[in-house]
């Protein structure tokens, strides 16, 4: 069973370019979480969504930044017009749809520099 | 509020134990979680433990949690050099699994 799963794993982007990054859930899983980790700091939440919902967005900034996870295909996190301080590392977990409580289970990340 | 803190560093020397504390401030925690991130890479699930529980132990790793205090420790005997990592505290807190991070503790092994 392969985890989770996230690409590209590195991103370099000029500022005003948009930045896409794909995660695939573990298979079964229907719950998939992105944080984001800054220089030297702990893991933001972002958004929590399931599939072609967005369940909770209260750490997404409001502006440039958004994310979907439709029936088919991976979860995407769209950043557009990308600023120097976007440059972070993007990381993305999914959990079953089962229970209430299910752990989360983190890909490898996107480490996005916008030069 | 949700804020979860961990002293920044910790240096080990091979074989002893270790010790990495965290505090949070939310008391309606359900999960409290250790991560562990190697570095360039994503985190890893060491354990986890239901907030009704005052302790969990798992082969090299020991788990204390003191719900008045609002204080988890990890414990991990025997340190190994493979176990320098950065290691993040977390917390998930009402229906579904926001899960809030600590900023993590960097553990040095020396051999």
């Known amino acids: 069973n392969a985890g989770v799963m996230q690409n590209p794993r590195h991103l370099v982007r000029r500022r005003g370019q948009e930045a896409r990054l794909r995660c695939s859930p573990m298979?079964?899983?229907?719950?998939v979480y992105w944080y984001r980790q800054l220089p030297e700091e702990g893991l933001k939440f972002m958004v929590y969504?399931?599939?072609?919902?967005?369940?909770?967005e209260s750490g997404m900034p409001k502006e440039r930044f958004s994310a979907e996870f439709p029936k088919e295909g991976p979860s995407i996190l769209r950043i557009q017009q990308v600023v120097r301080g976007d440059s972070a590392a993007y990381f993305c977990?999914?959990?079953?749809?089962?229970?209430?409580?299910?752990?989360?289970?983190f890909g490898p990340g996107t480490r996005l520099l916008v030069l | 509020g949700e804020d979860v803190e961990q002293s920044l560093f910790l240096s080990v020397r091979e074989g002893d134990s270790s010790v990495i504390n965290c505090t949070y401030t939310?008391?309606?925690?359900?999960?409290l979680y250790w991560y562990k991130q190697e570095p360039g890479a994503g985190l890893q699930l060491l354990t986890y433990?239901?907030?009704?529980?005052d302790m969990k132990q798992d082969q090299r790793l020991t788990v204390l949690l003191n719900k008045k205090d609002k204080h988890l420790s990890l414990r991990i005997a025997d340190t190994q050099t493979g176990d320098s990592a950065i290691y993040f505290c977390?917390?998930?807190?009402?229906?579904?699994?926001?899960?809030?991070f600590g900023t993590g503790t960097k553990l040095q092994v020396i051999p």
């Open positions: 433990i239901f907030s009704n529980m």
């Open positions: 977990a999914s959990s079953p749809p089962t229970g209430a409580y299910e752990t989360q289970y």
């Open positions: 939310d008391s309606s925690s359900t999960y």
């Open positions: 298979k079964g899983h229907s719950h």
């Open positions: 977390a917390e998930s807190i009402g229906g579904y699994q926001k899960v809030t």
């Open positions: 969504l399931q599939k072609e919902n967005i369940i909770d």
